[in-house]
């Protein structure tokens, strides 16, 4: 999976705001950056008669536009994607992925407080709460950076986020030979094969993994 | 890839209607069928002001809205996607993708002719036009289906598209133990890991892969 941040806080303290900022720094200090937004009471992005809600309204559960331009997905699920599903499904080719909302993930976690609306973190002070953004003093046991810094937050992020290390290498033999992977490459066939693999029984927590592909 | 078909036509000779009628009977016959919409004008799905646009600007390349009930992607594209990148990417977990448009793909294709519209196929009738759909007599060299007799078009849909057998065994050992895979798992495996090494110079029709993942 990407690197992934969080930027949690409460309504109206300027979560979409800071996710602005930080994504625009990121973006000018050259990463490829993807965004999630998590809407808890649903969005309307569909309207009645399009061609993308007729094929959805006929059973589909997956429409896909495509123009030269854009791309749109839009589908219906039976239940809510956990935000590590989403990175790893849709953001596999961005070099970080800043996420508005989901607190109780198991992923690094910025706070935003705004002096009105809260004065503590709402969201849990554990390991994955890396800073918080305020325009007060803010007593917490974590860094506590001014809510406009967000050279200062994208300078966390980078260093939090996205630089740490890889801790498993990846060999790729076809029809014998060795082949060179590039790190995108050497990412994508690491993450996709253990992120299917950690979902089969008995298989959460691998060491090795073998995968051999053969013509009959 | 999961099998995809296309239904293709000039403007105006009811593609939309037909795809409509196609998901809806692939549906009651039990296939879970994802959608692909082929728009060469762009379309407009994410408004001024709203988050998703607000993420959009500041830079993200892709944007996801995640709700309990609905998943929707907004991704700019620096050219456009071929359908079998889209399918491969979003429409992994369907059981056959149905595309209006893409009438130079290399998929199976069924074009629809109105009369009034056109009297000829206008896309290439090649080994990837399977059937014509029309409210006339036509005559091409292919199965020529009543315009509104889907029942028959999705018979040829399961019998050319969905139905063919695969061609590759795959297995899977993770800590030395050999792993059983169902179905859906043993196709993701095989086509997403094939489609990502066939991009690679020099492996673009692998006759064994080998891949090995192991910690540090």
Redesign the interface.
Known sequence: MVPAVCIVGLSGSGK?TL???V??E???RGY????????????D??REGK??W??R?????????????????????E???P?ER?VAT??DD?DVA?V?GYKGAELPRIEVIRSGVSSEPASPVDENLIAVASDMKVECGRPVFDLDDYVSITDLIEEKVIRPGR??????????RP?A?KPF?DN???E???G??R??K??ED???????????
């Open positions: 979409t996710v602005e900022k994504v625009s990121l973006t000018r490829a950056v993807g965004t999630v937004k998590h809407d808890v009471h649903g969005f992005i569909d061609d993308s007729r094929h309204k006929a059973g589909s559960r997956c429409v896909v536009l495509s123009s030269p331009e854009r791309l749109a997905l839009i589908r219906e699920v239940e809510e994607w935000i989403i849709f953001l961005v800043v508005e801790s498993q290498t990846v060999t790729l033999v076809v029809d014998g082949v992977l490459i994508l066939l690491r996709g094969i253990l299917m693999i979902s089969l008995g298989c691998p060491r090795s993994v073998e995968l051999r592909i053969e013509k009959k």
